[in-house]
């Protein structure tokens, strides 16, 4: 079993940055792939990026390519998003997922475990 639970959303300005942190339960952490989703107002959930389970691999979604960077910290059981260059169209909650599969998954079926969500509001 995983417990994961994300920090770091918000209110900020278009054009600022945040950091989204994910904190695992996990002892054997750095054996799963981590993700990010987000689900829009009134929308489905969407992937965002995702991260192997040594941190060397990583993907992201066309939507966010060159503002957002995943990266992890398996001694400390930690995952993050720095999302910079935010638009309006960013505006979501944010979910951190866990995979058993090493590499991750680009699809939120992929996933075993999610964090409760948190909610990132960007202002035009």
């Known amino acids: 079993q995983v417990q994961l639970v994300e920090s770091g959303g918000g209110l900020v300005q278009a054009g600022g940055s945040l950091r989204l942190s994910c904190a695992a339960s996990?002892?054997?952490?750095?054996?799963?792939?981590m993700g990010w989703f987000r689900q829009p107002p009134n929308q489905e959930r969407e992937y965002v990026a995702l991260?192997?389970?040594?941190?060397?691999?990583?993907r992201y979604a066309d939507s966010v390519k060159g503002r957002f960077t995943i990266s992890r910290d398996n001694a400390k059981n930690m995952v993050y998003l720095h999302m910079s260059n935010l638009k309006p169209e960013d505006t979501a909650v944010y979910y951190c997922?866990?995979?058993?599969?090493?590499?991750?998954?680009?699809?939120?079926?992929?996933?075993?475990?999610w964090g409760q969500g948190i909610q990132v509001t960007v202002s035009s």
């Open positions: 996990a002892q054997t952490f750095s054996a799963y792939g």
């Open positions: 991260i192997d389970k040594t941190g060397a691999v990583t």
């Open positions: 997922a866990a995979t058993m599969y090493a590499l991750g998954s680009t699809t939120s079926s992929g996933y075993d475990y």
